[in-house]
Protein backbone atom coordinates (compact mmCIF):
# COMPACT_ATOMS: atom_id res chain seq x y z
CA UNK A 1 0.00 0.00 0.00
CA UNK A 2 0.64 3.55 -0.33
CA UNK A 3 0.76 7.02 1.57
CA UNK A 4 -1.51 9.90 0.06
CA UNK A 5 -1.43 13.46 1.35
CA UNK A 6 -3.37 16.23 -0.50
CA UNK A 7 -3.97 19.88 -0.24
CA UNK A 8 -7.19 22.61 -1.00
CA UNK A 9 -6.31 25.98 0.32
CA UNK A 10 -7.83 29.42 -0.59
CA UNK A 11 -4.40 31.22 -0.25
CA UNK A 12 -1.31 29.73 -1.74
CA UNK A 13 0.50 27.57 1.26
CA UNK A 14 3.34 25.37 2.22
CA UNK A 15 2.45 22.04 2.34
CA UNK A 16 6.05 21.37 4.67
CA UNK A 17 4.42 20.60 7.64
CA UNK A 18 2.85 17.90 6.69
CA UNK A 19 4.94 16.68 3.81
CA UNK A 20 7.93 16.25 6.28
CA UNK A 21 5.52 13.80 8.41
CA UNK A 22 4.65 12.00 5.01
CA UNK A 23 8.19 11.96 4.65
CA UNK A 24 9.42 9.88 7.43
CA UNK A 25 6.70 6.99 6.30
CA UNK A 26 9.13 6.58 3.09
CA UNK A 27 11.36 4.08 4.92
CA UNK A 28 11.54 5.05 8.32
CA UNK A 29 8.59 5.08 10.43
CA UNK A 30 6.81 3.08 7.56
CA UNK A 31 7.40 0.73 4.94
CA UNK A 32 6.91 3.25 1.93
CA UNK A 33 10.46 2.77 0.27
CA UNK A 34 9.47 2.55 -3.21
CA UNK A 35 9.72 6.22 -4.22
CA UNK A 36 7.56 9.26 -3.84
CA UNK A 37 6.21 12.55 -5.72
CA UNK A 38 4.38 16.04 -5.47
CA UNK A 39 3.13 18.14 -7.26
CA UNK A 40 2.60 21.73 -6.68
CA UNK A 41 -0.01 23.74 -8.83
CA UNK A 42 0.72 27.45 -9.33
CA UNK A 43 -1.92 28.48 -11.68
CA UNK A 44 -2.41 26.80 -14.47
CA UNK A 45 0.93 25.44 -14.30
CA UNK A 46 2.39 22.82 -11.85
CA UNK A 47 5.95 21.57 -10.45
CA UNK A 48 6.26 18.27 -9.80
CA UNK A 49 9.27 16.33 -8.13
CA UNK A 50 9.78 12.84 -7.95
CA UNK A 51 12.01 9.82 -6.82
CA UNK A 52 11.79 6.42 -7.18
CA UNK A 53 14.07 6.14 -4.32
CA UNK A 54 13.13 6.06 -0.46
CA UNK A 55 11.70 9.79 0.40
CA UNK A 56 13.68 9.73 3.90
CA UNK A 57 17.04 9.48 2.29
CA UNK A 58 16.42 11.75 -0.81
CA UNK A 59 18.08 14.80 -1.53
CA UNK A 60 14.89 16.16 -3.75
CA UNK A 61 13.19 15.66 -0.93
CA UNK A 62 14.63 17.47 1.75
CA UNK A 63 15.28 20.37 -1.04
CA UNK A 64 11.15 20.20 -0.73
CA UNK A 65 10.75 19.96 3.36
CA UNK A 66 13.02 22.69 3.34
CA UNK A 67 11.61 25.60 0.37
CA UNK A 68 8.55 26.58 0.97
CA UNK A 69 6.82 26.04 -2.33
CA UNK A 70 3.03 27.85 -1.59
CA UNK A 71 0.10 26.41 -3.72
CA UNK A 72 -3.49 26.23 -3.30
CA UNK A 73 -3.57 22.51 -4.94
CA UNK A 74 -1.25 20.18 -4.12
CA UNK A 75 -0.89 16.11 -4.95
CA UNK A 76 1.82 13.87 -2.91
CA UNK A 77 2.11 10.02 -2.90
CA UNK A 78 4.84 7.47 -1.25
CA UNK A 79 4.98 3.92 -2.99
CA UNK A 80 5.50 0.72 -1.77
CA UNK A 81 4.94 -1.31 -4.75
CA UNK A 82 2.76 -4.10 -5.65
CA UNK A 83 1.63 -3.39 -9.03
CA UNK A 84 4.47 -2.79 -11.85
CA UNK A 85 8.48 -2.14 -11.19
CA UNK A 86 10.06 0.58 -9.14
CA UNK A 87 10.84 3.14 -11.66
CA UNK A 88 10.66 6.78 -12.21
CA UNK A 89 7.78 6.10 -14.55
CA UNK A 90 5.78 4.16 -11.94
CA UNK A 91 6.18 6.88 -9.77
CA UNK A 92 2.96 8.77 -8.60
CA UNK A 93 1.96 10.87 -9.50
CA UNK A 94 0.93 11.30 -12.45
CA UNK A 95 0.02 13.79 -15.22
CA UNK A 96 -1.45 14.46 -18.74
CA UNK A 97 -3.67 17.54 -20.23
CA UNK A 98 -7.55 17.54 -20.61
CA UNK A 99 -9.35 20.39 -21.64
CA UNK A 100 -6.39 22.68 -21.57
CA UNK A 101 -5.41 22.07 -18.40
CA UNK A 102 -3.57 19.79 -16.63
CA UNK A 103 -4.76 16.94 -14.40
CA UNK A 104 -2.64 15.06 -12.12
CA UNK A 105 -3.70 11.93 -10.14
CA UNK A 106 -2.31 9.66 -7.38
CA UNK A 107 -3.75 6.30 -5.87
CA UNK A 108 -3.55 3.72 -2.64
CA UNK A 109 -4.69 0.55 -3.47
CA UNK A 110 -4.41 -2.58 -5.56
CA UNK A 111 -6.81 -3.44 -8.49
CA UNK A 112 -7.49 -6.45 -10.23
CA UNK A 113 -8.65 -7.22 -13.73
CA UNK A 114 -7.73 -3.41 -14.92
CA UNK A 115 -6.02 -4.50 -18.01
CA UNK A 116 -9.48 -4.58 -19.60
CA UNK A 117 -10.16 -0.77 -18.85
CA UNK A 118 -9.99 0.85 -22.32
CA UNK A 119 -7.71 3.87 -21.74
CA UNK A 120 -7.98 5.17 -25.63
CA UNK A 121 -6.21 8.20 -26.47
CA UNK A 122 -4.27 7.90 -22.84
CA UNK A 123 -2.04 5.89 -23.32
CA UNK A 124 0.17 4.92 -19.84
CA UNK A 125 3.58 4.91 -19.97
CA UNK A 126 4.49 2.76 -17.10
CA UNK A 127 3.00 -0.50 -16.14
CA UNK A 128 1.12 0.26 -13.08
CA UNK A 129 -2.45 -0.75 -12.14
CA UNK A 130 -3.10 3.21 -10.77
CA UNK A 131 -1.66 5.19 -13.98
CA UNK A 132 -3.96 2.68 -16.31
CA UNK A 133 -6.40 3.58 -13.79
CA UNK A 134 -6.43 7.26 -14.20
CA UNK A 135 -5.72 7.08 -18.31
CA UNK A 136 -9.54 5.38 -18.26
CA UNK A 137 -10.94 7.63 -15.66
CA UNK A 138 -9.67 10.26 -18.21
CA UNK A 139 -10.81 9.21 -21.15
CA UNK A 140 -14.45 7.91 -19.94
CA UNK A 141 -14.27 11.92 -18.84
CA UNK A 142 -13.42 13.11 -22.29
CA UNK A 143 -15.44 10.63 -24.15
CA UNK A 144 -19.26 12.12 -22.35
CA UNK A 145 -17.47 16.00 -22.05
CA UNK A 146 -15.41 16.70 -25.09
CA UNK A 147 -15.42 20.02 -23.89
CA UNK A 148 -15.03 21.57 -20.56
CA UNK A 149 -18.69 21.09 -19.23
CA UNK A 150 -21.30 23.43 -18.09
CA UNK A 151 -22.33 21.76 -15.22
CA UNK A 152 -19.59 21.00 -13.19
CA UNK A 153 -21.65 19.35 -10.33
CA UNK A 154 -22.88 16.78 -13.22
CA UNK A 155 -19.45 16.24 -14.15
CA UNK A 156 -18.63 15.74 -10.53
CA UNK A 157 -21.40 12.83 -10.33
CA UNK A 158 -20.24 11.29 -13.55
CA UNK A 159 -16.55 11.00 -11.76
CA UNK A 160 -17.76 9.22 -8.86
CA UNK A 161 -19.69 6.78 -10.97
CA UNK A 162 -16.61 6.23 -12.65
CA UNK A 163 -14.70 5.77 -9.48
CA UNK A 164 -16.92 3.38 -7.96
CA UNK A 165 -16.68 1.26 -11.43
CA UNK A 166 -13.06 1.55 -10.35
CA UNK A 167 -14.14 0.85 -6.83
CA UNK A 168 -15.63 -2.73 -8.22
CA UNK A 169 -11.71 -3.93 -9.07
CA UNK A 170 -10.40 -3.71 -5.69
CA UNK A 171 -8.91 -0.80 -3.30
CA UNK A 172 -9.57 2.09 -4.87
CA UNK A 173 -8.29 5.28 -2.69
CA UNK A 174 -7.94 8.37 -5.11
CA UNK A 175 -6.36 11.99 -5.31
CA UNK A 176 -7.23 13.82 -8.08
CA UNK A 177 -6.77 17.98 -8.95
CA UNK A 178 -6.49 19.98 -11.84
CA UNK A 179 -4.60 23.13 -9.61
CA UNK A 180 -8.45 24.49 -9.16
CA UNK A 181 -10.51 21.17 -7.92
CA UNK A 182 -9.23 18.84 -5.87
CA UNK A 183 -10.86 15.36 -6.03
CA UNK A 184 -11.05 12.71 -3.51
CA UNK A 185 -12.36 9.22 -3.30
CA UNK A 186 -12.68 6.58 -0.74
CA UNK A 187 -12.48 3.42 -0.72
CA UNK A 188 -10.97 2.50 3.10
CA UNK A 189 -8.39 4.60 3.67
CA UNK A 190 -8.67 8.37 3.47
CA UNK A 191 -8.92 11.28 5.82
CA UNK A 192 -9.08 15.01 6.22
CA UNK A 193 -9.05 17.96 8.17
CA UNK A 194 -9.94 22.05 7.49
CA UNK A 195 -8.26 24.21 9.65
CA UNK A 196 -9.68 27.91 9.79
CA UNK A 197 -9.50 30.86 12.69
CA UNK A 198 -9.10 30.31 15.60
CA UNK A 199 -6.04 28.47 14.56
CA UNK A 200 -4.07 26.13 16.98
CA UNK A 201 -0.96 24.14 17.29
CA UNK A 202 -0.76 20.96 15.59
CA UNK A 203 2.05 18.25 16.45
CA UNK A 204 3.13 15.34 13.97
CA UNK A 205 2.52 11.73 14.61
CA UNK A 206 5.79 10.67 12.73
CA UNK A 207 8.52 13.52 13.47
CA UNK A 208 8.59 15.29 16.90
CA UNK A 209 7.36 18.54 15.32
CA UNK A 210 5.10 20.93 16.23
CA UNK A 211 3.90 24.05 14.42
CA UNK A 212 1.42 27.25 15.95
CA UNK A 213 -0.53 27.72 12.80
CA UNK A 214 -1.77 31.02 14.22
CA UNK A 215 1.45 32.27 13.62
CA UNK A 216 1.85 31.41 9.71
CA UNK A 217 -1.82 32.27 8.45
CA UNK A 218 -4.08 34.88 8.30
CA UNK A 219 -7.64 34.74 9.94
CA UNK A 220 -8.91 34.07 6.24
CA UNK A 221 -7.18 31.39 5.35
CA UNK A 222 -8.97 27.86 4.81
CA UNK A 223 -6.67 25.01 4.14
CA UNK A 224 -7.46 21.45 3.70
CA UNK A 225 -5.38 18.65 4.04
CA UNK A 226 -6.04 14.69 3.33
CA UNK A 227 -4.31 11.96 3.90
CA UNK A 228 -4.54 8.34 3.78
CA UNK A 229 -3.85 8.39 7.70
CA UNK A 230 -4.08 11.34 10.13
CA UNK A 231 -0.56 13.56 10.18
CA UNK A 232 -1.56 14.35 13.79
CA UNK A 233 -2.40 13.38 16.89
CA UNK A 234 -3.89 16.72 18.46
CA UNK A 235 -6.42 17.42 16.15
CA UNK A 236 -9.73 15.59 14.71
CA UNK A 237 -9.39 14.40 11.39
CA UNK A 238 -12.80 13.38 9.46
CA UNK A 239 -12.92 9.74 8.40
CA UNK A 240 -14.23 9.25 4.74
CA UNK A 241 -16.22 6.29 4.81
CA UNK A 242 -16.02 3.93 1.72
CA UNK A 243 -17.34 5.36 -1.43
CA UNK A 244 -17.60 9.10 -0.49
CA UNK A 245 -16.74 11.20 -2.84
CA UNK A 246 -15.50 14.93 -2.09
CA UNK A 247 -14.61 18.12 -4.18
CA UNK A 248 -12.44 20.37 -2.76
CA UNK A 249 -12.26 24.40 -4.16
CA UNK A 250 -9.78 26.54 -2.64
CA UNK A 251 -9.99 24.74 1.05
CA UNK A 252 -13.78 24.50 0.83
CA UNK A 253 -15.96 21.29 0.20
CA UNK A 254 -18.16 22.43 -2.86
CA UNK A 255 -19.44 19.11 -3.84
CA UNK A 256 -20.16 15.87 -1.74
CA UNK A 257 -21.68 12.59 -2.59
CA UNK A 258 -21.68 8.86 -0.73
CA UNK A 259 -21.76 5.49 -2.11
CA UNK B 1 14.94 35.14 -27.49
CA UNK B 2 15.57 32.29 -25.49
CA UNK B 3 18.34 29.58 -24.39
CA UNK B 4 18.15 26.21 -25.67
CA UNK B 5 20.51 23.34 -23.85
CA UNK B 6 20.20 19.28 -25.19
CA UNK B 7 22.33 16.27 -24.24
CA UNK B 8 21.92 12.78 -25.95
CA UNK B 9 24.16 10.22 -24.68
CA UNK B 10 24.84 6.44 -24.75
CA UNK B 11 25.54 6.19 -20.61
CA UNK B 12 23.67 8.15 -18.21
CA UNK B 13 25.87 11.33 -18.19
CA UNK B 14 25.23 14.22 -15.90
CA UNK B 15 24.54 17.63 -17.11
CA UNK B 16 26.11 19.95 -13.88
CA UNK B 17 28.91 21.48 -16.27
CA UNK B 18 26.56 22.54 -19.41
CA UNK B 19 23.90 23.26 -16.82
CA UNK B 20 26.39 25.61 -15.01
CA UNK B 21 26.93 27.60 -17.89
CA UNK B 22 23.68 28.24 -19.37
CA UNK B 23 21.97 29.38 -16.07
CA UNK B 24 24.29 31.97 -15.97
CA UNK B 25 22.76 33.31 -19.22
CA UNK B 26 19.47 33.30 -16.78
CA UNK B 27 19.89 36.74 -15.79
CA UNK B 28 23.66 36.93 -15.09
CA UNK B 29 25.84 36.61 -18.48
CA UNK B 30 22.30 36.97 -20.12
CA UNK B 31 18.90 38.69 -20.12
CA UNK B 32 17.08 35.99 -20.05
CA UNK B 33 15.18 36.53 -16.81
CA UNK B 34 11.82 34.93 -17.32
CA UNK B 35 12.24 31.28 -15.92
CA UNK B 36 13.93 28.10 -16.68
CA UNK B 37 13.35 24.46 -16.64
CA UNK B 38 14.87 21.44 -17.64
CA UNK B 39 13.75 17.79 -17.95
CA UNK B 40 15.92 14.60 -17.14
CA UNK B 41 14.87 10.87 -18.47
CA UNK B 42 15.21 7.88 -16.93
CA UNK B 43 14.05 5.14 -18.81
CA UNK B 44 10.69 5.97 -19.80
CA UNK B 45 10.13 8.55 -16.80
CA UNK B 46 10.90 12.13 -16.68
CA UNK B 47 12.06 14.17 -14.06
CA UNK B 48 11.44 18.15 -14.64
CA UNK B 49 12.42 21.25 -12.93
CA UNK B 50 10.96 24.34 -13.64
CA UNK B 51 11.17 28.45 -11.89
CA UNK B 52 9.63 31.05 -13.76
CA UNK B 53 12.74 32.69 -11.38
CA UNK B 54 15.92 34.19 -13.16
CA UNK B 55 18.05 30.58 -13.17
CA UNK B 56 20.75 32.91 -11.95
CA UNK B 57 19.20 33.10 -8.12
CA UNK B 58 16.64 30.11 -8.10
CA UNK B 59 16.94 27.78 -5.10
CA UNK B 60 16.01 25.35 -7.00
CA UNK B 61 18.85 25.69 -10.45
CA UNK B 62 21.14 25.26 -7.44
CA UNK B 63 19.93 21.94 -6.54
CA UNK B 64 20.46 20.73 -10.21
CA UNK B 65 23.65 22.02 -10.21
CA UNK B 66 24.91 20.20 -7.20
CA UNK B 67 23.20 17.14 -7.57
CA UNK B 68 24.37 14.95 -10.34
CA UNK B 69 21.02 14.07 -12.13
CA UNK B 70 22.39 11.01 -14.63
CA UNK B 71 20.78 10.71 -17.72
CA UNK B 72 20.84 10.06 -21.55
CA UNK B 73 18.74 12.43 -22.81
CA UNK B 74 17.92 16.17 -21.47
CA UNK B 75 15.94 18.94 -22.68
CA UNK B 76 16.62 22.44 -21.27
CA UNK B 77 15.61 26.12 -21.58
CA UNK B 78 15.79 29.47 -20.60
CA UNK B 79 13.55 31.55 -21.23
CA UNK B 80 13.15 35.43 -21.72
CA UNK B 81 9.81 36.01 -22.53
CA UNK B 82 8.04 37.53 -25.93
CA UNK B 83 5.16 35.74 -26.13
CA UNK B 84 2.90 34.50 -23.24
CA UNK B 85 3.16 36.26 -19.40
CA UNK B 86 5.55 35.05 -17.07
CA UNK B 87 3.94 32.17 -14.93
CA UNK B 88 4.96 28.31 -14.43
CA UNK B 89 2.38 27.46 -17.23
CA UNK B 90 4.66 29.33 -19.88
CA UNK B 91 7.79 28.42 -18.95
CA UNK B 92 9.29 25.29 -20.89
CA UNK B 93 10.13 22.49 -21.38
CA UNK B 94 6.42 20.92 -22.31
CA UNK B 95 5.69 17.77 -21.87
CA UNK B 96 2.50 15.43 -23.43
CA UNK B 97 2.37 12.12 -24.21
CA UNK B 98 1.60 10.15 -27.19
CA UNK B 99 2.10 6.43 -28.16
CA UNK B 100 2.55 5.52 -24.47
CA UNK B 101 5.96 7.83 -24.20
CA UNK B 102 6.34 10.97 -22.87
CA UNK B 103 7.45 13.69 -25.28
CA UNK B 104 9.53 16.95 -24.10
CA UNK B 105 9.76 19.96 -26.10
CA UNK B 106 11.13 23.07 -25.97
CA UNK B 107 11.50 26.28 -28.48
CA UNK B 108 13.46 29.18 -29.17
CA UNK B 109 12.24 31.94 -31.74
CA UNK B 110 9.33 33.88 -32.58
CA UNK B 111 6.29 32.76 -34.73
CA UNK B 112 3.50 35.20 -35.95
CA UNK B 113 -0.55 33.64 -37.29
CA UNK B 114 0.51 30.48 -34.91
CA UNK B 115 -3.06 30.91 -33.68
CA UNK B 116 -4.35 29.34 -36.72
CA UNK B 117 -2.75 26.08 -35.62
CA UNK B 118 -4.81 23.53 -35.15
CA UNK B 119 -3.78 21.42 -32.02
CA UNK B 120 -6.60 18.65 -32.00
CA UNK B 121 -6.92 16.90 -29.00
CA UNK B 122 -3.10 18.99 -27.92
CA UNK B 123 -4.72 21.49 -26.30
CA UNK B 124 -2.23 24.47 -25.01
CA UNK B 125 -2.16 25.08 -21.56
CA UNK B 126 -0.44 28.40 -21.47
CA UNK B 127 -0.43 31.18 -24.18
CA UNK B 128 3.14 30.88 -25.58
CA UNK B 129 3.67 30.40 -29.91
CA UNK B 130 5.81 27.64 -28.48
CA UNK B 131 3.79 25.39 -26.63
CA UNK B 132 0.32 25.70 -28.97
CA UNK B 133 3.68 25.19 -32.05
CA UNK B 134 4.20 21.65 -30.03
CA UNK B 135 0.81 20.59 -29.72
CA UNK B 136 0.00 20.95 -33.64
CA UNK B 137 2.68 19.52 -34.00
CA UNK B 138 2.40 16.47 -32.03
CA UNK B 139 -1.35 16.49 -33.92
CA UNK B 140 0.28 16.01 -36.80
CA UNK B 141 1.85 13.60 -35.98
CA UNK B 142 -0.67 11.26 -34.81
CA UNK B 143 -2.96 12.44 -37.23
CA UNK B 144 -0.34 10.68 -40.11
CA UNK B 145 0.90 7.81 -36.97
CA UNK B 146 -1.88 7.18 -34.53
CA UNK B 147 0.13 4.39 -33.52
CA UNK B 148 4.15 4.33 -33.16
CA UNK B 149 5.52 3.89 -36.93
CA UNK B 150 7.31 0.67 -38.40
CA UNK B 151 9.67 3.00 -40.03
CA UNK B 152 11.10 5.55 -37.72
CA UNK B 153 13.06 7.29 -41.00
CA UNK B 154 9.94 8.22 -42.92
CA UNK B 155 8.34 9.55 -39.45
CA UNK B 156 11.53 11.52 -38.53
CA UNK B 157 11.29 12.89 -42.10
CA UNK B 158 7.63 13.73 -42.13
CA UNK B 159 8.43 15.43 -38.45
CA UNK B 160 11.21 17.28 -40.33
CA UNK B 161 8.38 18.86 -43.02
CA UNK B 162 6.26 19.80 -39.73
CA UNK B 163 9.46 22.24 -38.59
CA UNK B 164 9.82 23.21 -42.20
CA UNK B 165 6.04 25.13 -42.30
CA UNK B 166 6.41 25.97 -38.25
CA UNK B 167 9.64 27.89 -40.06
CA UNK B 168 7.25 29.54 -42.57
CA UNK B 169 5.82 31.02 -39.17
CA UNK B 170 8.97 32.66 -38.29
CA UNK B 171 12.11 31.76 -36.22
CA UNK B 172 11.76 28.16 -34.53
CA UNK B 173 14.90 26.53 -33.30
CA UNK B 174 13.49 23.16 -31.51
CA UNK B 175 14.86 20.24 -29.04
CA UNK B 176 12.61 17.61 -28.91
CA UNK B 177 12.86 14.00 -27.02
CA UNK B 178 10.85 10.75 -26.18
CA UNK B 179 13.88 10.38 -23.89
CA UNK B 180 14.94 7.54 -26.40
CA UNK B 181 15.71 9.83 -29.44
CA UNK B 182 16.45 13.57 -29.44
CA UNK B 183 15.32 15.70 -32.22
CA UNK B 184 16.50 19.37 -33.26
CA UNK B 185 15.84 21.92 -35.89
CA UNK B 186 17.65 24.70 -36.97
CA UNK B 187 16.75 28.42 -38.35
CA UNK B 188 19.17 30.56 -37.37
CA UNK B 189 20.42 29.32 -33.54
CA UNK B 190 21.97 26.24 -32.59
CA UNK B 191 25.38 24.09 -32.57
CA UNK B 192 26.43 21.29 -31.12
CA UNK B 193 28.87 18.96 -30.22
CA UNK B 194 29.77 15.23 -29.71
CA UNK B 195 32.26 14.31 -27.12
CA UNK B 196 34.17 10.73 -27.45
CA UNK B 197 37.67 9.26 -26.23
CA UNK B 198 39.85 10.78 -26.73
CA UNK B 199 38.30 13.35 -23.78
CA UNK B 200 40.30 16.72 -23.62
CA UNK B 201 39.41 19.58 -21.23
CA UNK B 202 36.74 22.11 -21.40
CA UNK B 203 36.47 25.65 -20.60
CA UNK B 204 32.67 27.60 -20.06
CA UNK B 205 32.58 30.63 -21.63
CA UNK B 206 30.20 31.76 -18.80
CA UNK B 207 31.97 30.80 -15.89
CA UNK B 208 35.44 30.47 -14.49
CA UNK B 209 35.04 26.44 -14.88
CA UNK B 210 37.05 24.43 -16.52
CA UNK B 211 36.43 20.08 -16.72
CA UNK B 212 38.66 17.22 -17.76
CA UNK B 213 35.75 15.33 -19.41
CA UNK B 214 38.75 12.50 -19.33
CA UNK B 215 38.11 12.03 -15.64
CA UNK B 216 34.47 11.68 -16.19
CA UNK B 217 34.37 9.15 -18.59
CA UNK B 218 35.17 6.09 -19.72
CA UNK B 219 36.47 5.28 -23.25
CA UNK B 220 33.10 4.52 -24.35
CA UNK B 221 31.17 7.03 -23.46
CA UNK B 222 29.76 9.29 -26.62
CA UNK B 223 28.03 12.41 -25.87
CA UNK B 224 26.83 14.59 -27.50
CA UNK B 225 25.17 18.34 -26.50
CA UNK B 226 23.29 21.13 -28.41
CA UNK B 227 23.01 24.38 -27.28
CA UNK B 228 21.89 27.62 -28.93
CA UNK B 229 25.08 29.06 -28.80
CA UNK B 230 28.40 27.67 -28.31
CA UNK B 231 28.60 27.07 -24.39
CA UNK B 232 32.78 26.30 -24.11
CA UNK B 233 35.67 28.53 -26.27
CA UNK B 234 37.99 25.57 -25.92
CA UNK B 235 36.54 23.57 -28.57
CA UNK B 236 35.19 22.95 -32.06
CA UNK B 237 31.17 23.26 -31.86
CA UNK B 238 29.09 22.40 -35.16
CA UNK B 239 27.19 25.31 -36.57
CA UNK B 240 23.83 24.17 -37.68
CA UNK B 241 22.36 25.40 -40.78
CA UNK B 242 19.15 26.74 -41.39
CA UNK B 243 16.47 24.13 -42.12
CA UNK B 244 18.83 21.22 -40.60
CA UNK B 245 17.21 18.50 -38.85
CA UNK B 246 18.90 15.93 -36.78
CA UNK B 247 18.39 13.05 -34.92
CA UNK B 248 20.39 11.87 -31.77
CA UNK B 249 20.31 8.05 -30.55
CA UNK B 250 21.92 8.22 -27.24
CA UNK B 251 24.85 10.12 -28.39
CA UNK B 252 25.56 9.61 -32.20
CA UNK B 253 23.27 10.75 -35.18
CA UNK B 254 21.03 8.86 -36.20
CA UNK B 255 18.98 10.52 -39.13
CA UNK B 256 20.07 13.60 -40.77
CA UNK B 257 18.44 16.38 -43.30
CA UNK B 258 18.69 19.74 -45.03
CA UNK B 259 16.13 21.90 -46.09
Aim: with cysteine; net charge negative.
Amino acid sequence: MCELLGMSANVPTDICFSFTGLMQRGGNTGPHRDGWGITFYEGKGFRTFKDPNPSCQSRIAELVQEYPIKSCAVISHIRQANRGGVNLENTHPFTRELWGRYWTFAHNGQLTGYDALDTGRFQAVGDTDSEIAFCWLLNQVEAKYPKPPQDMAEAFAFIHQCCERLRQLGVYNMLLSDGEYVLTFCTNNLHSITRRAPFGCASLIDEDVTIDFQQETTPNDVVTVIATQPLTNNEQWHKMQPGEFNVFYFGEVVYQAQA
